[in-house]
Nanobody, 122 residues
């Protein structure tokens, strides 16, 4: 069982930066694939970024070069550094974890956090 808790959301002007954190419970965190998704009202939750157990990384095309995902297994935490924010990045951001890359990448992870709001104003 893994519990995920996001923090770090907020309001930022376009061009600014925010760092999201996701703290995980459980001693097997290092064995999970972890990632971030986001959702806006009326739209499906979409993949943002993920990092594997061995630090393989994948990003959605629209955030490549601007967002950086990282994990600290010693702290059971995954981060999303968001730079050069755009108004279209406004969404609720969710942390996710799953033992398998495919399940997480397809948006079907075993575990979700409760979400944190990120708002970018123009």
């Amino acid at each position: 069982q893994v519990q995920l808790a996001e923090s770090g959301g907020g309001l930022m002007q376009a061009g600014g930066s925010l760092r999201l954190s996701c703290a995980a419970s459980g001693r097997t965190f290092s064995t999970y694939v972890v990632g971030w998704f986001r959702q806006t009202p009326g739209k499906e939750r979409e993949f943002v970024a993920a990092v594997t157990r061995t630090s393989g990384i994948d990003y959605q095309d629209s955030v490549k070069g601007r967002f950086i995902i990282s994990r600290d297994n010693a702290k059971n935490t995954v981060y999303l550094q968001m730079n050069s924010l755009k108004p279209e990045d406004t969404a609720v951001y969710y942390c996710a974890a799953d033992p398998h890359w495919g399940d997480l990448r397809r948006g079907r992870p075993d575990y979700w956090g409760q979400g944190t709001q990120v708002t970018c104003s123009s």
